[in-house]
């Protein structure tokens, strides 16, 4: 089919650190900045930055709850690159992370210290027909209107939206 183009990336399982999420999801191709509470959490993150920077992040399915195990966590998750770690004075740390792709969720490792999981890519299939270009553009012209409305979004986030 004409304007379909296959994303190709290493498919193999990658076992990293797993930061799970109540309050937020990170997502491909997006920069999110969080605010990370649990020591657990930070021990994930700090795995991350000692290795090779990478950390899964998942949402969990009961945002009420403050407790969670491994079934409380979603299959599908983003694989991250943390960007930088700033420790605060309460305890709390606020983390930089780029997301990078879709995972999905083969198995939790360990939950102590930290959680950790094998994860495997999710192959995404990308369609370029002339209407979904024409969706792009009509978006891309709205947020460029909010851009120029709103006193916290800067011409920096237009160009990387472009």
Do not use: H
């Not at 899964?56 to 969670?68: D, G, L, P």
């Not at 997301?99 to 210290?113: F, H, I, N, S, Y």
């Amino acid at each position: 089919m004409p304007g379909k183009r296959k994303q190709t990336k290493n498919t193999e399982p990658l076992e990293l650190p797993l930061l799970a999420r109540r309050d937020s999801v990170v997502f491909p191709r997006l920069v999110s900045q969080i605010l990370v509470m649990r020591p657990q959490s930070q021990r994930a993150i700090e795995e991350a930055l000692g290795g090779d920077r990478r950390i899964v992040i998942v949402a969990r399915r009961n945002s009420r709850q403050r407790e969670f195990g491994t079934k409380d966590l979603y299959s599908m998750g983003t694989l991250a690159t943390v960007g930088r770690l700033l420790k605060l004075p309460d305890g709390s740390a606020t983390v930089w992370l780029q997301g990078e792709e879709r995972v999905r969720l083969l198995e939790v490792l360990q939950t102590d210290p930290f959680f950790t999981t094998k994860v495997e890519p999710v192959e995404e299939v990308a369609v370029r027909t002339l209407q979904v270009q024409a969706l792009m553009r009509a978006v891309l012209a709205l947020f460029e209107k909010a851009v120029d409305l709103s006193p916290n979004l800067s011409d920096d986030m237009y160009i990387a939206a472009m």
